[in-house]
């Protein structure tokens, strides 16, 4: 890969450390300081709704200013949310902890568009190659996200403030990173109005399929892994134990990025979604025969690997679904959707865990993996 290439590899990394710690740590300092259990998760489903909400702020952002200064514009926003985050643990005040969070999805707006991003870095490299091994930087995060919020959360004597200012460190690297990284220039103004309307790009059957599957996708993996803290806990299992589950989790997510691309490359886009379709209801079936340590390992790496196979995949595929012209707008539509889901999943997944448990969350799970499981089969048909 190119320079260019490497350096977003690590940005996205430093995103995913961001990304992971906020949900190890953000439903058990919810659970801590909301006035009821079934709230704990609301600073987890404010990060995504933050990202919802930004969505066509960003999109604006980047075609205003171009991928670099809104990257950095994101990084700058996760240094200050990570600083409010800590001075809410420390004044137990759990509405300024929820708000903190929705700042914070502002950074997770801009950084989810890193993956596509990456086919306008890839050059020589192949776009399917060069998304893949972008979304493989998560790795970075696999293992530093939970161990920096297992390192730090004793640092200080509020439990994990320690993690909070960590993640502001974490996020001024990334302003460094990102200043490193020469994209492309920003679109002229004709090329970034010209094009079809937004109505026109989001009613193709490819479109809808890569929203559908993407938003689904991330739905049910961010419904079990944001519930994960909670369930560990409740099963009397250690933080240091959750830390491992999470690390594993997402080693899963982005581990196969180093061949994802090929594999869709050589078997085609839609068998590749298909198989991360079956890995998501292997997992759920493996969460149902217990809640051990080894039963959560294996079915949070499953996810992840699911989730990877579907989710790179579904931007893969949103690639035939819009000119360059017509990037900023799509882009911004594709994410609303992903984010919107993942507001939905995360507070679903705080109230169903402490009221229903973590049986009946899993067998919920399952309906937004058949209906992802309908639209790959509805669209395999259409090209057939």
Request: with cysteine.
């Amino acid at each position: 890969m190119n320079r260019n290439l490497w350096l977003l590899a690590a940005a996205q990394g430093l995103f995913l450390t961001n990304n992971v710690a906020f949900i190890a740590i953000n439903g058990l300092v919810g659970l801590a300081l909301a006035p009821l259990g079934w709230m704990a998760t609301l600073p987890v489903m404010g990060y995504v709704l933050g990202g919802a909400m930004s969505t066509s702020l960003v999109a604006r952002t980047q075609a205003r200013f171009g991928r670099k200064t809104s990257f950095q514009m994101g990084a700058a926003v996760a240094l200050m949310s990570s600083l409010l985050c800590a001075w809410a643990a420390v004044g137990r005040h759990f509405e300024l902890l929820c708000l903190a969070t929705v700042v914070a999805g502002y950074f997770n707006a801009n950084a989810q568009l890193y993956r596509f991003a990456a086919a306008e870095l890839a050059g020589s490299t192949g776009t399917e190659k060069a998304v893949s091994m972008v979304m493989a930087g998560g790795l970075i995060g696999a293992i530093a996200g939970p161990n920096l919020a297992a390192q730090t959360r004793t640092l200080t004597a509020v439990p994990f403030v320690g993690a909070y200012l960590a993640l502001a460190g974490v996020a001024l690297l990334s302003l460094l990173v990102l200043a490193a990284i020469d994209f492309p220039p920003p679109p002229a103004k004709k090329a970034a109005t010209g094009g079809r309307t937004l109505s026109e790009i989001v009613r193709q059957p490819v479109f809808i399929v890569a929203a559908l599957c993407s938003a689904l996708g991330y739905g049910v993996m961010n419904l079990l892994m944001a519930s994960t803290p909670i369930a560990m806990d409740q099963c009397g299992l250690p933080f240091s134990d959750t830390a491992l589950v999470l690390e594993w989790h997402v080693i899963g997510m982005f581990a196969p990025g180093f061949f994802t691309g090929q594999l869709i490359k050589r078997f085609g886009v839609l068998q590749i979604m298909a198989v991360g379709v079956v890995l998501n209801a292997l997992c759920i079936a493996i969460a149902l025969t217990g809640v051990d340590l080894h039963r959560f390992l294996i079915a949070l790496f499953l996810l992840g690997v699911g989730w990877n196979f579907l989710f790179t995949g579904a931007t893969t595929l949103s690639l035939q679904a819009y000119a360059p012209e017509e990037k900023d707008r799509a882009q911004g539509a594709l994410n609303f959707c992903v984010f919107a889901t993942l507001a939905v999943t995360s507070f679903a997944s705080g109230l169903l865990v402490t009221t229903q448990g973590w049986a009946l969350l899993n067998v919920g799970s399952l309906v937004p993996v058949a209906l992802a499981a309908a639209a790959l089969l509805w669209m395999a048909r259409r090209r057939a």
